[in-house]
C-alpha cells in the first residue's frame, strides 16, 4: 500500500486541512447540545437523564455503527464514505433544530452518531496513506487535536448563539461549516483499495489477538 497511492506536498496539505476541519465540526455537531441543556429544560421541560440521553444517544450509535460502516471503508472508497458520511452528521445536526418533540430530538442525535461512527476509520486510513511512516505520529497528533478544539468551539458557540438567538439555531449555525467541507472533500482523491485474498478457512481469532497484542504501537 506504501507506493499505491502518495500525493504531492500540495495535494496532500490540502486533503489533511479538509480532514482537520471535518474532525473539528465533527466535535462542534456532537458537542453542542451540552450547552443547550439549561434552554432544553426551560423550553421543553427535560430532566437531566433526558438531557444525558441526548449526548449519549451519539455515542452508542458510533459503538453500534463504527465496525460495519469500516469495513465500508476498507472495502469501497475512503473519500467517498467521509464525505458521505460528514454530510449525513451535518444535515442530522441541522435537522436537531427543526426537531418539535424530545423522540425527534433524540432520533436525530442518532443520526448524528452514526454519521460520525466512519469518520474516525476513513481519516486515519487516509493520513496513513498520504503521508510517510516518520511522519505519520506527528500529522496523527496534529489531526487528534481537533477534537479538543471542536469540542470546545461547539459548546462555547452553542451557548453563545442559544442565549442570544435561540436554541435551534444553534444546531444551524455549527452545521452549516461541516457541510461545506464535506462536499469540498468528494474532489480529494483516494487512493486504491486493498484487496483481500479469499479463503476457505476460518479466520484464526488466537492469532489475529496476538497479532494485536504484539503491536508496540497499537498498545
Not at 443547550?36 to 450509535?61: H, I, Q, R
Not at 468551539?153 to 436554541?167: E, R, T, V
Amino acid at each position: 500500500m506504501e507506493n499505491q497511492f502518495r500525493p504531492g506536498k500540495g495535494q496532500a496539505a490540502f486533503t489533511f486541512t479538509l480532514l482537520f476541519l471535518l474532525y473539528f465540526f465533527d466535535y462542534a455537531d456532537r458537542m453542542v447540545v451540552n450547552s443547550l441543556f439549561p434552554f432544553l429544560k426551560a423550553d421543553w421541560g427535560l430532566t437531566d437523564a433526558e438531557c444525558a440521553l441526548l449526548g449519549a444517544a451519539v455515542y452508542w450509535s458510533i459503538v453500534v455503527a463504527t465496525l460495519p460502516v469500516s469495513i465500508l471503508v476498507d472495502r469501497w472508497s475512503r473519500t467517498k464514505v467521509i464525505a458521505g458520511m460528514a454530510v449525513l452528521w451535518s444535515l442530522a445536526t441541522a435537522a436537531c433544530g427543526f426537531a418539535k418533540t424530545f423522540p425527534q430530538l433524540v432520533a436525530a442525535r442518532v443520526a448524528v452518531g452514526v454519521g460520525e461512527a466512519g469518520y474516525a476509520p476513513g481519516g486515519t486510513a487516509m493520513i496513513a496513506a498520504i503521508f510517510p511512516e516518520k511522519r505519520r505520529a506527528l500529522m496523527m497528533g496534529i489531526w487528534n487535536a481537533s477534537i479538543p478544539l471542536g469540542a470546545a468551539a461547539g459548546i462555547a458557540a452553542g451557548g453563545y448563539i442559544a442565549h442570544n438567538y435561540g436554541w435551534q439555531h444553534a444546531f444551524g449555525v455549527v452545521a452549516l461549516p461541516g457541510l461545506v467541507v464535506s462536499l469540498l472533500f468528494f474532489f480529494v482523491k483516494d487512493y486504491k483499495t486493498v484487496k483481500v485474498a479469499k479463503s476457505s478457512d476460518s479466520p484464526d481469532v488466537k492469532a489475529i489477538a496476538r497479532g494485536f497484542l504484539r503491536t508496540p504501537s497499537l498498545l
